[in-house]
């Protein structure tokens, strides 16, 4: 290995640590109380160096936003074998879910903090491509439903936007403990439960 190869692994990797440092501090912290010279602590490193890799804190819970899309798409593939596309769309809400649950800090920070749309409005390129590509896959399944006989009659991009702010909703007010709250005695599962009602209305559409 060159030295040029050698210096380029080794910015990969101090990055890569700047990352593992922020994620660790910002599911112990959260994003508000979560600084650059608490990262730079981390990793024993002066905030100056995080300068050189990323232009603020904002930039960098974009790129830990990013890595939280990349790992729900890879989890959404293995639909793509699902020829059926209403089974496909119900096995989405199922993973999207999962993955909600399982992963509550990375979901806040990936659908409901303002830190990386702050990242995403400041930049040169202000399209939300994780949040648009995610998007996407969901309207091209519901335009296969439609191809197939489902929901007559109705706009697939309105209706995708309904179905994912439903799901989105359901995720949130768990994620946020409402549901603690309001439905103490069905909080583990309400959300499963909601979502198979949800079907049952799409199955009527």
């Known amino acids: 290995m060159g030295i040029a190869d050698r210096k380029e692994r080794d910015k990969e990797e101090l990055r890569e640590r700047i990352l593992v440092a922020a994620k660790s501090l910002f599911l112990q912290k959260g994003v508000e109380k979560t600084s650059i010279r608490n990262i730079a602590d981390q990793i024993e490193y002066s905030p100056g160096i995080i300068y050189h890799y990323f232009r603020d804190k904002n930039e960098i819970f974009h790129a830990l936003h990013q890595g939280g899309f990349i790992q729900l798409m890879e989890k959404m593939q293995v639909l793509g074998v699902v020829r059926n596309p209403m089974e496909r769309l119900k096995a989405m809400g199922s993973i999207y879910i999962t993955f909600a649950l399982e992963n509550p800090d990375m979901y806040d920070l990936m659908f409901i903090k303002e830190a990386p749309i702050d990242h995403v409005s400041s930049s040169e390129h202000d399209n939300w491509k994780e949040g648009g ?42 994620i946020r403990k409402r549901c603690e709250v309001v439905l103490p005695h069905r909080q583990e599962t309400i959300v499963v439960d909601g979502l198979e009602e949800f079907y049952k209305i799409l199955d009527k559409l």
């Open 133 to 174: 590509g995610t998007f996407n896959y969901l309207r091209t399944t519901i335009d296969d439903c439609i191809k197939a006989g489902h929901f007559l009659g109705h706009d697939a991009e309105a209706l995708s936007y309904m179905i994912w702010s439903t799901v989105h909703g359901m995720v949130s007010l768990n």
